[in-house]
Protein backbone atom coordinates (compact mmCIF):
# COMPACT_ATOMS: atom_id res chain seq x y z
CA UNK A 1 0.00 0.00 0.00
CA UNK A 2 1.72 3.66 -1.28
CA UNK A 3 2.24 6.36 1.56
CA UNK A 4 -0.28 8.52 0.57
CA UNK A 5 -3.07 5.91 1.02
CA UNK A 6 -1.53 5.10 4.44
CA UNK A 7 -1.70 8.86 5.74
CA UNK A 8 -5.28 9.44 4.42
CA UNK A 9 -6.39 6.28 6.53
CA UNK A 10 -4.29 7.58 9.39
CA UNK A 11 -5.78 10.73 9.34
CA UNK A 12 -9.43 8.73 9.26
CA UNK A 13 -8.62 7.73 12.57
CA UNK A 14 -7.47 10.57 14.22
CA UNK A 15 -10.27 12.81 13.00
CA UNK A 16 -13.53 11.02 13.39
CA UNK A 17 -14.95 11.09 17.45
CA UNK A 18 -17.15 8.38 16.84
CA UNK A 19 -16.64 4.20 15.75
CA UNK A 20 -19.21 2.09 14.92
CA UNK A 21 -18.21 -1.22 16.72
CA UNK A 22 -20.14 -3.87 15.47
CA UNK A 23 -20.04 -7.70 17.38
CA UNK A 24 -21.94 -11.01 16.42
CA UNK A 25 -24.98 -12.15 19.04
CA UNK A 26 -26.16 -15.53 20.12
CA UNK A 27 -27.99 -15.84 17.00
CA UNK A 28 -24.70 -14.98 14.59
CA UNK A 29 -26.52 -11.41 13.51
CA UNK A 30 -23.69 -8.61 13.49
CA UNK A 31 -24.81 -5.55 16.02
CA UNK A 32 -22.92 -2.13 15.55
CA UNK A 33 -23.23 0.17 17.97
CA UNK A 34 -21.49 3.86 17.99
CA UNK A 35 -18.70 4.50 20.34
CA UNK A 36 -16.21 7.15 21.01
CA UNK A 37 -12.93 7.03 19.35
CA UNK A 38 -10.64 7.38 21.81
CA UNK A 39 -7.28 5.82 21.94
CA UNK A 40 -4.88 3.16 19.95
CA UNK A 41 -1.79 1.72 19.51
CA UNK A 42 -1.18 2.89 15.57
CA UNK A 43 -3.34 1.39 13.23
CA UNK A 44 -3.74 -1.94 15.21
CA UNK A 45 -4.80 -1.86 18.25
CA UNK A 46 -8.05 0.79 19.34
CA UNK A 47 -9.49 0.56 22.49
CA UNK A 48 -13.18 1.85 23.98
CA UNK A 49 -14.39 2.45 27.41
CA UNK A 50 -17.79 0.94 28.23
CA UNK A 51 -20.02 -0.78 30.68
CA UNK A 52 -19.18 -4.75 31.44
CA UNK A 53 -23.42 -4.88 32.09
CA UNK A 54 -23.70 -3.86 28.44
CA UNK A 55 -25.40 -6.25 25.46
CA UNK A 56 -22.01 -5.75 23.52
CA UNK A 57 -19.57 -5.98 26.11
CA UNK A 58 -21.56 -9.33 27.11
CA UNK A 59 -21.62 -10.83 24.14
CA UNK A 60 -17.48 -9.65 22.81
CA UNK A 61 -17.43 -12.12 26.59
CA UNK A 62 -18.99 -15.49 24.48
CA UNK A 63 -17.69 -14.29 20.47
CA UNK A 64 -14.83 -11.90 19.90
CA UNK A 65 -15.29 -11.55 16.60
CA UNK A 66 -15.55 -8.10 16.02
CA UNK A 67 -15.32 -5.49 13.16
CA UNK A 68 -14.59 -1.47 13.83
CA UNK A 69 -15.69 1.06 11.48
CA UNK A 70 -14.07 5.00 10.79
CA UNK A 71 -16.21 6.75 8.27
CA UNK A 72 -15.85 10.60 6.56
CA UNK A 73 -19.92 10.67 5.45
CA UNK A 74 -18.14 13.95 3.38
CA UNK A 75 -15.51 12.89 1.62
CA UNK A 76 -17.05 9.25 1.18
CA UNK A 77 -14.23 7.08 2.88
CA UNK A 78 -14.87 4.47 5.27
CA UNK A 79 -11.84 1.96 6.62
CA UNK A 80 -13.11 -0.97 8.27
CA UNK A 81 -11.31 -3.04 10.47
CA UNK A 82 -11.59 -6.85 11.15
CA UNK A 83 -10.33 -8.77 14.34
CA UNK A 84 -10.90 -9.49 17.84
CA UNK A 85 -12.25 -7.91 21.10
CA UNK A 86 -10.96 -8.33 24.21
CA UNK A 87 -12.54 -7.11 27.01
CA UNK A 88 -10.33 -5.72 29.72
CA UNK A 89 -10.77 -5.54 33.69
CA UNK A 90 -7.18 -5.04 35.23
CA UNK A 91 -6.67 -1.51 36.68
CA UNK A 92 -3.81 -0.58 33.98
CA UNK A 93 -6.17 -0.40 31.17
CA UNK A 94 -8.95 0.92 33.31
CA UNK A 95 -6.78 4.15 34.64
CA UNK A 96 -5.62 4.37 30.25
CA UNK A 97 -8.54 4.97 29.50
CA UNK A 98 -9.78 7.25 31.97
CA UNK A 99 -11.33 10.81 31.73
CA UNK A 100 -12.76 13.44 34.24
CA UNK A 101 -16.06 13.08 34.20
CA UNK A 102 -16.75 9.42 33.32
CA UNK A 103 -17.96 9.36 37.01
CA UNK A 104 -21.46 10.19 35.05
CA UNK A 105 -20.66 7.04 33.45
CA UNK A 106 -19.55 5.14 36.37
CA UNK A 107 -20.33 6.89 39.66
CA UNK A 108 -17.59 5.04 41.87
CA UNK A 109 -14.72 5.50 39.21
CA UNK A 110 -11.71 3.94 37.94
CA UNK A 111 -12.86 0.44 40.24
CA UNK A 112 -16.45 0.71 39.37
CA UNK A 113 -16.80 -3.23 38.70
CA UNK A 114 -19.39 -1.61 35.40
CA UNK A 115 -16.55 -0.09 33.75
CA UNK A 116 -14.59 -2.09 31.61
CA UNK A 117 -12.20 -1.38 28.73
CA UNK A 118 -12.60 -3.10 25.48
CA UNK A 119 -9.70 -3.77 23.30
CA UNK A 120 -9.48 -4.02 19.70
CA UNK A 121 -6.55 -5.65 17.59
CA UNK A 122 -6.90 -5.94 13.91
CA UNK A 123 -6.33 -8.65 11.86
CA UNK A 124 -7.31 -6.85 8.15
CA UNK A 125 -9.50 -4.97 6.72
CA UNK A 126 -10.95 -2.43 3.70
CA UNK A 127 -10.30 0.87 2.45
CA UNK A 128 -13.05 2.27 0.71
CA UNK A 129 -12.56 5.89 -1.09
CA UNK A 130 -14.51 7.12 -3.70
CA UNK A 131 -15.04 4.40 -5.98
CA UNK A 132 -11.80 2.80 -5.23
CA UNK A 133 -11.23 0.21 -2.34
CA UNK A 134 -8.22 -1.52 -1.45
CA UNK A 135 -8.80 -4.71 1.07
CA UNK A 136 -5.02 -5.94 3.10
CA UNK A 137 -4.03 -7.80 6.00
CA UNK A 138 -2.85 -5.50 8.52
CA UNK A 139 0.79 -6.26 8.42
CA UNK A 140 0.55 -4.67 5.22
CA UNK A 141 -0.44 -1.27 6.96
CA UNK A 142 2.06 -1.66 9.84
CA UNK A 143 4.66 -2.57 7.82
CA UNK A 144 4.50 0.18 5.38
CA UNK A 145 3.59 2.80 8.51
CA UNK A 146 6.97 1.86 9.81
CA UNK B 1 -43.14 2.40 22.95
CA UNK B 2 -44.73 5.82 23.47
CA UNK B 3 -45.06 8.10 20.62
CA UNK B 4 -42.42 10.87 21.48
CA UNK B 5 -39.69 8.17 20.90
CA UNK B 6 -40.78 7.00 17.80
CA UNK B 7 -41.02 10.17 16.61
CA UNK B 8 -37.98 10.52 17.45
CA UNK B 9 -36.95 7.39 15.84
CA UNK B 10 -38.70 8.38 12.71
CA UNK B 11 -36.85 11.84 12.68
CA UNK B 12 -33.45 9.80 12.60
CA UNK B 13 -34.22 7.70 9.68
CA UNK B 14 -35.55 10.28 8.12
CA UNK B 15 -32.91 12.68 8.09
CA UNK B 16 -29.53 10.66 8.02
CA UNK B 17 -27.80 10.35 4.59
CA UNK B 18 -25.69 7.22 5.67
CA UNK B 19 -26.70 3.52 7.33
CA UNK B 20 -24.28 1.63 8.66
CA UNK B 21 -24.83 -1.85 7.31
CA UNK B 22 -23.37 -5.26 8.73
CA UNK B 23 -23.37 -8.49 7.43
CA UNK B 24 -21.28 -11.32 8.73
CA UNK B 25 -18.58 -13.35 6.63
CA UNK B 26 -17.80 -16.72 5.78
CA UNK B 27 -15.88 -17.14 9.17
CA UNK B 28 -18.42 -15.41 10.99
CA UNK B 29 -17.07 -11.93 11.56
CA UNK B 30 -19.07 -8.79 11.53
CA UNK B 31 -18.33 -6.22 8.19
CA UNK B 32 -19.51 -3.13 8.23
CA UNK B 33 -20.18 -0.66 5.21
CA UNK B 34 -21.55 2.85 5.13
CA UNK B 35 -24.51 2.87 2.53
CA UNK B 36 -26.68 6.00 1.46
CA UNK B 37 -29.82 6.13 3.04
CA UNK B 38 -32.50 5.84 0.25
CA UNK B 39 -35.76 4.24 0.61
CA UNK B 40 -38.16 2.41 3.06
CA UNK B 41 -41.60 1.61 3.75
CA UNK B 42 -42.09 2.42 7.48
CA UNK B 43 -39.59 1.40 9.81
CA UNK B 44 -39.33 -2.10 9.17
CA UNK B 45 -38.17 -2.36 5.05
CA UNK B 46 -35.31 -0.09 3.83
CA UNK B 47 -33.55 -0.56 0.83
CA UNK B 48 -30.07 -0.06 -1.06
CA UNK B 49 -28.47 0.73 -3.87
CA UNK B 50 -25.16 -1.84 -4.91
CA UNK B 51 -23.15 -3.61 -7.06
CA UNK B 52 -24.18 -7.01 -7.63
CA UNK B 53 -19.80 -8.44 -7.36
CA UNK B 54 -19.38 -6.24 -4.13
CA UNK B 55 -18.21 -8.47 -1.01
CA UNK B 56 -20.99 -7.14 0.88
CA UNK B 57 -23.73 -7.98 -1.64
CA UNK B 58 -22.29 -12.00 -1.91
CA UNK B 59 -21.95 -12.15 1.59
CA UNK B 60 -25.70 -11.38 1.99
CA UNK B 61 -26.66 -14.66 -1.07
CA UNK B 62 -24.80 -16.84 1.35
CA UNK B 63 -26.09 -15.34 4.86
CA UNK B 64 -29.13 -13.05 5.28
CA UNK B 65 -28.22 -11.80 8.70
CA UNK B 66 -28.03 -8.36 9.00
CA UNK B 67 -27.81 -5.25 10.77
CA UNK B 68 -28.26 -1.74 9.83
CA UNK B 69 -28.02 1.92 12.32
CA UNK B 70 -28.77 5.39 11.91
CA UNK B 71 -26.42 7.42 13.88
CA UNK B 72 -27.00 10.90 14.57
CA UNK B 73 -23.71 11.81 16.48
CA UNK B 74 -24.67 15.71 17.70
CA UNK B 75 -27.33 14.31 19.24
CA UNK B 76 -25.81 10.89 20.22
CA UNK B 77 -29.07 8.67 19.17
CA UNK B 78 -28.42 5.32 17.10
CA UNK B 79 -30.98 3.12 16.09
CA UNK B 80 -30.20 -0.36 15.90
CA UNK B 81 -32.72 -2.70 13.44
CA UNK B 82 -31.90 -6.29 12.96
CA UNK B 83 -32.78 -8.46 10.62
CA UNK B 84 -32.43 -10.07 7.14
CA UNK B 85 -31.03 -8.46 3.93
CA UNK B 86 -32.45 -9.88 0.57
CA UNK B 87 -30.88 -9.77 -2.57
CA UNK B 88 -33.48 -8.38 -5.25
CA UNK B 89 -32.66 -8.14 -9.02
CA UNK B 90 -36.13 -7.93 -10.61
CA UNK B 91 -37.15 -5.13 -12.75
CA UNK B 92 -40.22 -3.26 -10.08
CA UNK B 93 -36.70 -3.26 -7.50
CA UNK B 94 -34.38 -1.59 -9.80
CA UNK B 95 -36.24 1.13 -10.94
CA UNK B 96 -37.49 1.95 -7.86
CA UNK B 97 -33.98 2.85 -6.61
CA UNK B 98 -32.73 4.04 -9.50
CA UNK B 99 -31.59 7.68 -10.19
CA UNK B 100 -30.15 9.68 -12.28
CA UNK B 101 -26.74 10.25 -12.60
CA UNK B 102 -26.54 5.92 -11.32
CA UNK B 103 -24.38 5.35 -14.09
CA UNK B 104 -21.31 6.32 -12.71
CA UNK B 105 -22.09 3.06 -10.80
CA UNK B 106 -23.60 0.97 -13.55
CA UNK B 107 -22.80 2.09 -16.46
CA UNK B 108 -25.47 -0.49 -18.52
CA UNK B 109 -28.18 1.66 -16.78
CA UNK B 110 -31.48 -0.14 -14.87
CA UNK B 111 -30.67 -3.29 -16.58
CA UNK B 112 -26.91 -3.44 -15.98
CA UNK B 113 -26.31 -6.63 -14.62
CA UNK B 114 -23.85 -5.46 -11.79
CA UNK B 115 -26.83 -3.72 -10.01
CA UNK B 116 -29.08 -5.43 -7.32
CA UNK B 117 -31.48 -3.93 -4.44
CA UNK B 118 -30.98 -5.02 -0.98
CA UNK B 119 -33.91 -5.10 1.19
CA UNK B 120 -33.70 -5.18 4.70
CA UNK B 121 -36.62 -6.65 6.88
CA UNK B 122 -36.23 -5.49 10.41
CA UNK B 123 -37.17 -7.94 13.04
CA UNK B 124 -36.26 -6.51 16.39
CA UNK B 125 -33.91 -3.19 17.42
CA UNK B 126 -32.76 -0.65 19.86
CA UNK B 127 -32.87 2.49 20.37
CA UNK B 128 -30.07 4.21 22.43
CA UNK B 129 -30.49 7.76 23.12
CA UNK B 130 -28.31 9.96 25.55
CA UNK B 131 -27.64 7.68 28.64
CA UNK B 132 -31.02 5.40 28.22
CA UNK B 133 -31.60 2.98 25.36
CA UNK B 134 -34.48 1.09 24.46
CA UNK B 135 -35.00 -2.81 23.09
CA UNK B 136 -38.21 -3.82 20.83
CA UNK B 137 -39.43 -6.07 18.62
CA UNK B 138 -40.32 -4.86 15.11
CA UNK B 139 -44.12 -4.75 15.91
CA UNK B 140 -43.73 -2.84 18.84
CA UNK B 141 -42.57 0.00 16.21
CA UNK B 142 -44.89 -0.70 13.89
CA UNK B 143 -48.09 -0.80 16.42
CA UNK B 144 -47.30 2.22 17.63
CA UNK B 145 -46.79 4.08 14.86
CA UNK B 146 -50.04 2.85 12.97
Known amino acids: ?61 VNSKSCIY ?14 KMEVMTDRKHREMLWAEGNEIYYPDGIDDTDYVVLKFTAESGNYYYGLSNCTFKIDELVTATA
Open 70 to 83: FCNQAEFKGLMLIG
Open 1 to 61: MNKELIDDINSLVLNEKVVFVSSANAEGYPNTKAMFNLQRDGLTTHYFSTNLSSKRTQQFM
